[in-house]
């Protein structure tokens, strides 16, 4: 506001009667007070999400002393790195790193595709019982991972389509166990871990998109493999950007489904839980609880460390297409 309606704003209110002026003066004091009680909550959120990350952080860089010193809250008395010296050796951090990211990137862009495929198909298309097939997508969700422990397990131990294996070669099935193939197969066929809660992302992401894009694209001849990966998929590239990011990340940090399927591929949620063992396994003297989770702390750094790198490159698309994709509010 410039100094001229600075001065028309001021001269306009001494001339209102009196009533109106507690008027003003109320609205004012009102909506400075909402302002600050939104302050406090804003920062009372952020502050219950980033205070278990911020004392992980300062931790690892505690020494042992620091954890039995009672004026030590959060800022170390001494500033070290040997922690995470410690944890990258115990971690074998380089090969680990490298074998979860190479799944982790196998698994999402598998993802990816699959489920913008089906969500898409059910966002445009007209074919029987549509909605009670999306329906069943939506109730995957709801069924617990623990219950499918087992048919799992079983399922990839003694692999099979159709029984065609065992009638050819009389075994009882392949072994996909310890390999990447569990991965591989429920990613490309859209039912790997949360492949519901992306295929109704990009259903109510194509949902909201015009249908006059569509429309033209059929017009100028366009058939719909070609309208779909020339008109739609450019468009929705905010939305792929969310469900890459939502894929990577439980992949790198699922420690149920690596767990189940591979015990000889090391990963970083196994590396992780066994970070303490192999650091302190040849330790004769008993080891104290805080300084078992002072390296666990620091393991954890280093596991989700290359998750915020990604996170402040693609964070733009991130909020534009939750805010697009219809499951705000």
């Not at 704003?9 to 909506?31: E, I, S, T």
């Not at 008993?286 to 790198?309: D, K, Q, R, Y």
């Amino acid at each position: 506001m410039d100094l001229t309606a600075k001065k028309n704003a001021v001269r306009n209110f001494l001339v209102m009667p009196a009533v109106d002026k507690k008027q003003v003066v109320a609205k004012k004091g009102g909506n400075l007070l909402w302002s600050f009680v939104r302050m406090v909550l804003i920062f009372g959120i952020c502050f219950i999400i980033l205070q278990p990350l911020f004392t992980k952080f300062t931790v690892s860089l505690m020494e042992e002393a620091d954890l039995y010193d009672a004026t030590v809250v959060y800022i170390p008395n001494n500033i070290t790195f040997e922690n995470y010296l410690v944890a990258l050796e115990g971690m074998d951090y380089v090969p680990t790193f490298l074998r979860t990211l190479g799944l982790s990137l196998m698994a999402s862009l598998l993802q990816l595709a699959s489920c913008t495929i089906v969500g898409y198909g059910f966002a445009r298309f007209k074919f029987p019982f549509k909605n009670l097939i999306f329906m069943f997508v939506i109730l995957c969700l709801l069924v617990p991972p623990q219950t499918l422990m087992l048919p799992l397990f079983l399922h990839f131990r003694f692999f099979d389509v159709f029984g065609l294996f065992e009638t050819i070669t009389g075994k009882a099935g392949l072994n996909l166990l310890d390999s990447v193939w569990p991965f591989l197969l429920t990613s490309i066929t859209a039912m790997g871990f949360k492949n519901g809660l992306y295929i109704f992302m990009m259903r109510q992401y194509f949902k909201g998109m015009p249908l006059e894009l569509e429309e033209a694209a059929y017009i100028d001849g366009s058939g719909a493999f070609k309208t779909f990966y020339k008109i739609m998929l450019p468009s929705a590239v905010p939305m792929l950007v969310t469900i890459f990011l939502f894929s990577f990340v439980w992949q790198w940090t699922d420690s149920f489904y690596t767990g189940l399927y591979l015990s000889d591929y090391k990963v970083m949620a196994g590396a992780l839980g066994s970070l303490s063992a192999n650091i302190f396994s040849n330790e004769l003297t008993f080891v104290s609880p805080a300084l078992t989770s002072m390296m666990n702390n620091t393991g954890t750094v280093l596991v989700i460390a290359p998750l915020f790198i990604i996170y402040l490159f693609a964070q733009r698309y991130f909020v534009e297409s939750i805010e697009r994709s219809g499951i705000v509010g």
